[in-house]
């Protein structure tokens, strides 16, 4: 079974070698996808194994993502999990949110900070509710927490989600597209780690009107 693991990148050449060096130690499928970087972030990547994919532009998470998962849907993938690149996830635990993917018990994984005790920062867990209390507004699913980007999707689940959305909206659209489809979903706890690297590259609160817009508008 091929499992690729996509990363989008944006300006993370301090953080990105570590991370694909700690995912690297379960798997070898790594796709790095630069979102038109202006650091060496494209160059890290490759120095540490990953494929890597670049935007000429910056185009936005939710097109990067886009990319990076039509890449791996290229290659043959059967499982494909998204991943940040700032350094916030544990990569082992990737094989416990593939593996209810691998038995056939669902076809979409979505990890949740807010079932594993997480501390979040309050500004942050600010942006995260009112996300949730949107999403679950429009989806009718009663997710804990709607714009994480650590989750997995079977093949049929990646080639059937459409993300329109090239920024950060497309979270709350992966949700929107898994009530659409009637895909079989489940929530697990995953753990995150806040950094002052991580907090500084963050979104700000600005960001949930900005999502917002985007959903409504776009």
Do not use: W
Request: charged share 25%; with cysteine.
């Amino acid at each position: 079974m091929k499992i690729f693991i996509v990363i989008p990148a944006y300006n993370e050449e301090k953080v990105i070698g570590d991370v694909i060096r700690q995912v690297r130690e379960y798997y070898s499928d790594i796709v790095v996808v630069d979102d038109g970087s202006t650091d060496g972030t494209d160059e890290k990547a490759r120095q540490n194994g990953a494929q890597v994919l670049r935007h000429i532009l910056n185009r936005g998470q939710g097109a990067t993502l886009r990319t990076g998962i039509n890449y791996a849907l290229a290659q043959g993938a059967d499982i494909i999990v998204t991943y940040d690149a700032d350094g916030q996830f544990e990569a082992g635990e990737i094989d416990k949110l593939c593996q209810p993917v691998i038995d056939n018990e669902c076809d979409i994984i979505l990890g949740s900070r807010f079932l594993s005790g997480n501390k979040i920062p309050f500004i942050k867990k600010l942006v995260l509710k009112s996300a949730i209390l949107f999403t679950r507004a429009i989806t009718g699913l009663k997710l804990t927490d709607t714009h994480n980007g650590f989750r997995v999707m079977n093949r049929k689940a990646a080639e059937n989600i459409k993300i329109r959305q090239d920024r950060m909206a497309h979270a709350s659209e992966i949700v929107h597209e898994t009530a659409r489809l009637k895909l079989r979903y489940k929530e697990l706890p995953i753990t995150v780690k806040y950094t002052t690297y991580s907090r500084h590259k963050g979104q700000r609160l600005t960001g949930a009107f900005h999502i917002l817009f985007d959903l409504i508008f776009k």
